[in-house]
């Protein structure tokens, strides 16, 4: 094994390899910051162009574009507060206040450095425990999903404290909405309201667009602010961030890397949800849990190692039992099948030096990314320096071809222009944005899987016995039940401490 | 706008999304309308909390974040500008729209007025954003983009 | 009355030029055949990029290149609704030559028939079949079942509960359940999935007992899996140890096929074009070692056969959903 990983090494190195490590993470991190340009469709449009090359280089290729695209997707999240890809919908949570503040550039490296550690972590899992990893991805049946989703869920009562009803409204209305379209039991049209073209259904990234980036803009071209923040580049700030990062963020980093790599294992789920629990989780075990949202920079750091995690995680059960743990991995997938490679277990052993390689490539990719990055955090953050009025029509643009992209809907331009007005005159009385994105995204998922443990139950002969027996779905109850009681008793402790301190005085 | 408002609008939509989604099930089968069902009921319930709530309290406490100083106008102007545009995508093609709205859009809302070297700024702006868009999207990545009856 | 005398001349003069240009038009029109293609043809594919339907567009887009190098294929991923927003653009796009699309079969019969899908299968011109990928009953390696008559027989012993896996509702997947259900008299837990993926991962979870699956789906969790029938009048040659149900005593033919077309009123000139140029790449001994090697089983008929065979399969799909109350 030694061997082949020295060989992997070696092959990383290969001028052309290198090269092609470079131009895959530049093309992939434009593409990730590109709103509605995803890390799917920037690596499905490369796979054509690996036929014609040896599978080694063609496959480092891809993984380069993927990291590059997971981690772009934060560039835009942290500067106009518009997730590039829907894996950094948490990044937007921190990352935006943040560059109100006038610390974009914080941001920025933060992220940079947490996703490269969080994509080594995960490569690292991938390297060295990929077999137990892929026995735990099976465990996971129809029932454990729902009550991920569940908890998914349960962060909104944390993400909106003070305002959790409207919080709760907000994701139930997320997913009341998602529910339109074709129904995942038994393929009926629902909630079409006449229109056949909604039988399409929503989809998570026009509406996502819509909610966040051009909402935003409204919000901006209102504002009569000539900038979105002050922004002025400063000497040494990956420095300052590193330095940050290593004396106070290490337990949240590896924490915020291994949930990653977990939930990239599963298919069905990824980067968006990893992101999302990691941003609550790192908000928990935080001293200063009120920073939260307000722009800390733990929030983006958790979110950015997690969604990078879960690339070496969802290539897990991808090489391992040929289930791709995510889009992206499938369309991998697809590569190695056009070149006549079988995944399975046999092919470290029939394709050393291809899965070796490939996998080693990904660290050094990972490194490589901090580099390019540091470089183009420069230009982008520039972004911040154009006044608002020629930004505002620029995001609008973006938002319409990225939503039509996707899938090439005008349908879905319009679901995006909807969302918009919805997120920016909903987030005027009080209902949250990022909320509502929540229930987009864990709808589906959710009402999928809960439809399909009830007919398991039904040849079970026991609900009980499905929901609530097997080890992971209780495990989750038990942490969802954490998730939702935490708050709630933190604030009774404080008000209770609070009348202890005004006792005294 | 006042917390007092804002949660009697909001339990109002709350309660209207519910009800038309509601309306528009009662032909589905029972396990395809469960889920929806339980959300509906869920969102009505917090609906009426919310105008209870809403007619309850005292309506004085101020509401929600950035009530400052909107420009209505500028934000509305922006949001028509936006509807013409996507009509313009579907009738005329993404890249001549694309280009009009960039200019014209960073013309109206530039802050030094609607004057000639403004006009200028723009060409420039919204050419090179246009151009960039094309070379990404149709040179690089080869993916369609709407065409209507230009490009 | 002079002026009138221009007048006269002028719509005199009028007429004459007009119908020397439409004379000349119609001329040319005939003497001179359209050049086809001149510009890049419209894929549309129904499916994600990066999926099977995707990979096999993609190794015919590399023979169409070396057939016809003139012009070359912009793909459209124009997905949802189980492929049917894709096949209803196909459907309703210019017939000018220009755009073409994958279809799948049965999907594009069902979709009409029970989801209103907006378009039918008269409303192409079939350019050629490609792919048979057919169905295959599959269970766990290590499962009690070692042959599908087993699965069968503990099935009608225990109503319920067996659970099957099958990938989304009116696909080819439900269509093979309920005609096992109607054959042979059970009744089993039906387990939708989304994709092949989470099928795959559940039966190797040991979620499902058995499952309904693609040659092309299971071969990638081959290792872990084992094949009891698959649902062909011939074995296939990438698993060739597996039984045909027919050897086993149950005569169920049942797959996905996969194939391209044009919208209907496409000129007759340009469907034949295509409809020789794709005959031209199935028969390229080089596309057919890449399709092996993708595990896509190449299965080539003409557009003519194929328009017939997609008409015969909406009978036998009708009687079986009209059967289960599927569809009035």
Request: a positive charge; proline letters at 4%.
């Amino acid at each position: 094994m030694l061997e082949n990983i020295l060989t992997g090494f070696a092959n990383s190195f290969i001028p052309i390899n290198f090269l092609l490590i470079i131009a895959g993470l530049i093309g992939g991190i434009i593409i990730g910051a590109l709103p509605g340009l995803t890390a799917t469709m920037g690596v499905a449009l490369m796979v054509p162009i690996t036929f014609a090359m040896n599978p080694i280089s063609g496959l480092i290729m891809l993984g380069a574009i993927y990291s590059g695209a997971i981690y772009g997707g934060s560039n835009s999240a942290i500067l106009i507060n518009t997730p590039g890809t829907p894996s950094s919908v948490a990044t937007t949570f921190d990352g935006w206040p943040m560059t109100k503040q006038g610390n974009a550039a914080g941001a920025l490296n933060a992220s940079l450095f947490a996703s490269a550690f969080g994509g080594v972590i995960g490569t690292l899992f991938l390297l060295f425990l990929a077999a137990p990893m892929a026995q735990l991805a099976l465990k996971f049946g129809a029932p454990e999903f729902f009550w991920l989703c569940i908890f998914g869920l349960s962060t909104i009562a944390a993400m909106v404290p003070g305002n959790v009803v409207k919080g709760l409204m907000s994701g139930g209305l997320g997913m009341l909405i998602s529910t339109i379209g074709l129904d995942p039991l038994e393929g009926a049209r629902r909630f079409t309201f006449g229109a056949y073209s909604l039988v399409q259904g929503i989809e998570v990234i026009p509406a996502m667009i819509g909610l966040f980036s051009f909402s935003q803009v409204i919000v901006l071209v209102g504002s009569n602010n000539k900038f979105i923040a002050d922004y002025k580049a400063k000497k040494g700030a990956a420095m300052l961030v590193a330095k940050t990062l290593l004396k106070s963020a290490k337990a949240n980093l590896m924490r915020s890397s291994i949930i990653g790599t977990f939930v990239g294992i599963l298919p069905g789920a990824g980067g968006e949800i990893a992101g999302i629990i990691s941003y609550n989780e790192a908000k928990r075990w935080d001293k200063n849990k009120a920073n939260f949202g307000k722009g800390a920079i733990e929030g983006v750091v958790a979110s950015e190692a997690a969604n990078n995690a879960t690339i070496g995680g969802s290539l897990i059960p991808m090489l391992t039992l040929g289930i791709p743990g995510s889009a992206v991995a499938a369309v991998i997938m697809g590569a190695l099948l056009a070149h006549g490679i079988q995944p399975g277990f046999k092919i470290f052993a029939n394709n050393a030096e291809l899965a070796y390689s490939f996998i080693v490539s990904l660290i050094v990719v990972n490194i490589v990314m901090v580099f390019v990055g540091v470089h183009l955090i420069k230009g982008t953050a520039k972004v911040l320096n154009v006044p608002t009025s020629y930004i505002g029509v620029a995001i609008v643009a973006l938002s319409v071809i990225g939503s039509y992209t996707i899938r090439n809907s005008i349908v879905d331009v319009m679901v995006m222009i909807f969302f918009g007005l919805v997120g920016y005159f909903g987030g005027r009385v009080g209902f949250d944005t990022g909320a509502m994105a929540l229930g987009i995204i864990l709808g589906p998922i959710a009402e999928d899987n809960l439809s399909r443990s009830i007919s398991l139950a039904g040849a079970e002969g026991s609900v009980f016995k499905v929901f609530f027996t097997h080890p992971i779905s209780l495990l989750l109850i038990i942490l969802t039940l954490i998730s939702v009681l935490t708050p709630l008793l933190m604030a009774k402790y404080r008000a209770k401490k609070e009348a202890v301190a005004n006792d005294k005085a | 706008m006042t917390k007092r408002k804002s949660d009697i609008l909001a339990g109002l939509v709350s309660i209207l999304v519910a009800v038309a989604f509601m309306v528009q099930g009662f032909k589905l089968s029972d396990r395809v309308n469960a889920m929806p069902l339980v959300l509906e009921i869920f969102l009505i319930v917090t609906g009426i909390y919310m105008l209870i709530r809403g007619f309850i309290s005292k309506g004085a406490e101020k509401g929600e974040e950035g009530e400052a100083d909107i420009n209505w106008v500028r934000a509305m102007v922006i949001v028509l500008a936006t509807f013409v545009y996507v009509a313009g995508v579907i009738y005329i093609g993404f890249y001549v729209s694309t280009f009009v709205y960039l200019l014209l859009g960073s013309w109206y809302l530039n802050e030094k007025g609607l004057t000639l070297s403004a006009l200028m700024l723009s060409l420039i702006f919204s050419t090179a954003i246009s151009g960039v868009l094309y070379l990404i999207f149709t040179v690089l990545l080869l993916v369609p983009t709407p065409a209507g009856l230009f490009f | 009355m002079k002026k009138n005398n221009i007048l006269v001349k002028i719509v005199g003069m009028v007429l004459v030029l007009a119908l020397t240009l439409t004379g000349c038009g119609q001329k040319t029109a005939t003497v001179e055949k359209e050049k086809y293609p001149i510009k890049p043809l419209n894929m549309i594919i129904a499916f994600t990029a990066g999926g099977s339907s995707d990979i096999q567009a993609r190794l015919m887009q590399k023979y169409w290149n070396k057939y016809v190098p003139e012009q070359p294929w912009v793909f459209n991923y124009t997905t949802g609704a189980g492929g049917a927003i894709g096949f209803g653009a196909i459907a309703k796009a210019q017939p000018d030559g220009y755009t073409l699309g994958g279809v799948n079969v049965p999907h594009m019969i069902l979709q009409p028939m029970a989801q209103d899908a907006q378009f039918s299968i008269d409303d192409f011109e079939y350019i050629s079949q490609v792919v048979t990928d057919p169905q295959v009953l599959a269970v766990h390696k290590d499962s009690k079942y070692k042959t599908w008559k087993e699965a069968i027989d503990y099935a009608k012993a225990n109503p319920n509960k067996l659970k099957v896996g099958i990938v989304g509702t009116f696909t080819g997947h439900h269509m093979m359940l309920l005609d096992l259900k109607d054959r042979l008299g059970i009744e089993v837990t039906q387990v939708v999935y989304k994709g092949a993926a989470d099928q795959n991962a559940a039966l190797l979870g040991k979620e499902i007992d058995l499952m309904i699956g693609n040659v092309n789906d299971v071969m990638r969790s081959i290792e872990n899996m084992s094949i009891l029938g698959i649902a062909a009048e011939k074995r296939n040659a990438f698993l060739p140890d597996v039984p045909t149900l027919k050897e086993s005593g149950l005569d169920l033919i049942s797959d996905i096929r996969r194939g391209f077309v044009v919208p209907k009123g496409t000129d007759p000139e340009k469907v034949k074009f295509l409809r020789d140029s794709f005959k031209k790449i199935q028969e390229d001994p080089e596309y057919l070692a890449d399709m092996k090697k993708a595990g896509q089983p190449t299965d080539n008929m003409s557009g003519e056969e194929f328009d017939k065979y997609v008409h015969a399969q909406q009978e036998y799909n009708k009687k079986l959903l009209t059967k289960f109350g599927l569809i009035k």
